[in-house]
C-alpha cells in the first residue's frame, strides 16, 4: 500500500513540473501554431539565475528560496518576450521557419550556458526541509513533491482565472479557436502572441528554478530533458488546451513512475507508447479540437 | 447614387497561390444595401475577405476616400468595416456575452440596440455559442458587427443553412441595420435580396460583369439566368 501511495504521490508531483513546463508549450501552439523548442532554454536560463539569486542571498533560507523562484519566473518571461519580439514576430506566418529558429535558439543558449556556467552539472543545495521527506499512510514523500504539487496548482489556478476572468485571456481562448476571426474583430492578436510567451516563459522559470531543486543539481542540459516529456504531454494532453495539459501530465507521469518500478525501469518507453497509442487512437489528443 | 463609402478597385486575391478574384471594381453607396450576387465559386465571399485582407489581395480599397488596403485587418475593421462571416464562425467554447464582449470596439457600445434587435440573445447570456443554434449563432455573428458604430458591414451569406422562419428574423435585423449603416451583403436567397437590397453587383469568372438597381436586375429573367443561373421569378 504504502509503495503505490509513494509511486502515485511522487508520481502527481513529476506530473506538476512536466505541467509547470508544458502549460506554456502548449498556449503557445494553441494560439500561434508554433512548437517552441526554444522552451527549454527558458527553464535552463531561469534555472541558472535563480541558482546565483540563491547563491547570493543564502540557499538555506525560505527566503532566497523564494526569491529565486520569483527571479526566475522573471527571467524566464523576458527571455520568452525578447524570443518572440525578436526572432517570431518578424517570421509571422512562417511556422516553419519559426520552428527553426527555436530549434537554432535552443541548441545555441546550451552553448551559450556551457560557455558561462561550465559543462558540468552544478550541484545547489536549498531549505533543508526540502531535502526531508513527509509521511503519507506509511510512505515516505519527499518534500520537493509537495512544493512542485503547490506551485503547479498555483499556477494553473492563476492561469485558469487569467483566461477566463480578463479580457486578454478572453482573446487567447478565443484566438486558439479561430485566429483570423479575432483579427476581423478588430483585435491586434500579435499582442497576445507576446503576452503568451511572456507566460509560457514565466511558468517555465518557476519550472527550472523547481527542477533544480528536484533534480540537486543544474546544467546547460536540464531544459532539454524536460522539454521532450513536456512535448509529450503536451501533445497527449491535446495541442492548445491548457486542461489537456495538466490531465495528460499527471496522467504520463503517474504511468511512468509504475513503469519504471513495476516494470523494470521501462517507464520512458512506456510514456512513448502512450504517445503513439494517443496518436494512432485519438490524433487530437485528450482534450484537442480537430482541426 | 450617393458617394460611395466603399470603392474597390482593380481587386484580386488569391488562396494558396489559386487566383479566386481575378480584377474586380465597384463601389458601394453611404447607404441602403448593396448586395453582391454571382453563381458558387465566382469569388463573392473571397472579394470580401479580400477587401478585410483575410486573403492575399492586391488593388486598391478605399473606405469614405481612405486608403485601407495597405492595413493589416484588425486596423481595417478598426477603421469602422464590420464583418459578419459567412458560417459564423462565432466562437464555441466562449460563451454569448464573452462573444459579445470580444467585439466590443467603442467606448459605448450599442448594446440597448443589440438587446433590442435580438432578445434571444440577452437570455442565452451565459450559454456557450458553441450550443447554440445555426440561427442563433448567425444572431450572435451579425450582433458583434452591430455593437459597433461601424461605417460599413461586410455581411457574408447571413441566411445559409437556416430555417425559413429564422431567415425572416436575420433579414429583418438587417433591414433594422441598414437604417444606421450601409451594407455590403452577399447573399444566394434571392429572396432576401428582393427584400433586402437596393443595389446589386453580379460577380462572374472573377470579375464584375453587371451593376445596377437590385430590383431591375431580379426582375430581369434571362439576365438572372444567365448571370446567376436562376430564375428570380422562381424564387418571387
Known amino acids: 500500500m504504502s509503495s503505490i501511495v509513494l509511486i502515485l504521490l511522487t508520481g502527481v508531483g513529476l506530473g506538476a513540473l512536466y505541467f509547470l513546463v508544458a502549460s506554456g508549450l502548449s498556449l503557445i501552439y494553441g494560439l500561434m501554431h508554433v512548437l ?148 476581423a474583430l478588430g483585435i491586434d492578436v500579435r499582442r497576445s502572441f507576446t503576452l503568451v510567451f511572456a507566460i509560457g516563459g514565466a511558468a517555465a522559470g518557476i519550472g527550472g528554478v523547481l527542477a533544480m531543486h528536484y533534480t540537486t543539481f543544474v546544467s546547460a542540459h536540464l531544459g532539454a530533458t524536460l522539454l521532450i516529456f513536456a512535448f509529450i504531454v503536451t501533445v497527449i494532453g491535446g495541442l492548445g488546451s491548457l486542461t489537456g495539459a495538466a490531465i495528460a501530465s499527471v496522467l504520463v507521469a503517474v504511468l511512468q513512475q509504475f513503469a519504471n518500478v513495476y516494470l523494470s525501469g521501462t517507464g520512458d518507453f512506456i510514456v512513448v507508447v502512450l504517445l503513439a497509442v494517443v496518436l494512432l487512437v485519438r490524433p487530437t489528443g485528450l482534450m484537442g479540437r480537430k482541426a | 447614387m450617393s458617394a460611395p463609402i466603399l470603392t474597390v478597385s482593380h481587386l484580386s486575391a488569391s488562396i494558396a497561390g489559386q487566383q479566386v478574384v481575378e480584377d474586380v471594381s465597384f463601389q458601394v453607396p453611404a447607404t441602403g444595401i448593396t448586395a453582391v450576387l454571382g453563381r458558387n465559386g465566382v469569388g463573392k465571399t473571397s ?32 477603421r469602422g468595416v464590420g464583418y459578419v462571416p459567412e458560417d459564423r464562425e462565432v466562437f464555441a467554447a466562449l460563451t454569448v456575452a464573452e462573444n459579445l464582449a470580444l467585439a466590443e470596439r467603442d467606448k459605448k457600445p450599442r448594446r440597448e440596440f443589440v438587446a433590442e434587435l435580438f432578445p434571444d440573445l440577452v437570455a442565452r447570456r451565459a450559454q456557450l455559442a458553441g450550443t447554440l443554434s445555426g440561427g442563433q449563432q448567425q444572431m450572435v455573428s451579425v450582433a458583434r458587427a452591430l455593437l459597433n458604430e461601424n461605417r460599413i458591414l461586410l455581411v457574408d451569406e447571413p441566411t445559409k443553412g437556416l430555417a425559413p422562419k429564422i431567415v425572416g428574423e436575420v433579414a429583418q435585423a438587417l433591414q433594422e441595420a441598414a437604417k444606421i449603416v450601409p451594407i455590403l451583403l452577399v447573399e444566394q436567397n434571392l429572396d432576401v435580396v428582393r427584400r433586402l437590397a437596393d443595389d446589386a453587383i453580379v460577380i462572374a469568372g472573377g470579375r464584375v460583369v453587371h451593376t445596377g438597381k437590385a430590383r431591375e436586375i431580379l426582375d430581369d429573367d434571362a439576365l438572372t439566368t444567365r448571370l446567376l443561373g436562376v430564375s428570380a421569378e422562381a424564387h418571387a
Open chain 2, 47 to 78: 472579394t470580401i475577405r479580400g477587401i478585410l485582407g483575410l486573403i492575399s489581395r492586391r488593388g486598391e480599397v478605399t473606405l469614405a476616400g481612405e486608403r485601407i488596403d495597405t492595413l493589416p485587418t484588425y486596423r481595417i475593421v478598426q
Open chain 1, 36 to 183: 517552441n523548442f526554444a522552451h527549454g532554454a527558458f527553464l535552463t536560463l531561469s534555472a541558472f539565475i535563480g541558482w546565483q539569486v540563491a547563491q547570493a542571498l543564502g540557499t538555506a533560507s525560505w527566503g532566497s528560496f523564494v526569491v529565486s523562484i520569483l527571479v526566475g519566473a522573471l527571467v524566464g518571461a523576458v527571455f520568452a518576450t525578447l524570443t518572440e519580439l525578436v526572432l517570431i514576430r518578424p517570421l509571422y506566418e512562417r511556422h516553419i521557419e519559426q520552428v527553426l529558429v527555436t530549434v537554432g535558439l535552443s541548441f545555441a543558449a546550451v552553448a551559450l550556458f556551457e560557455g558561462i556556467w561550465g559543462t558540468d552539472a552544478v550541484n545547489i543545495a536549498g531549505p533543508a526541509w526540502l531535502k526531508e521527506t513527509t509521511e503519507i499512510l506509511g510512505a515516505r514523500i519527499p518534500n520537493t513533491y509537495w512544493v512542485l504539487m503547490l506551485a503547479a496548482a498555483l499556477v494553473l489556478v492563476a492561469l485558469v482565472l487569467f483566461l477566463k476572468k480578463t479580457r486578454y485571456g478572453m482573446i487567447i481562448r478565443a484566438g486558439v479557436e479561430n485566429r483570423s476571426m479575432v483579427t
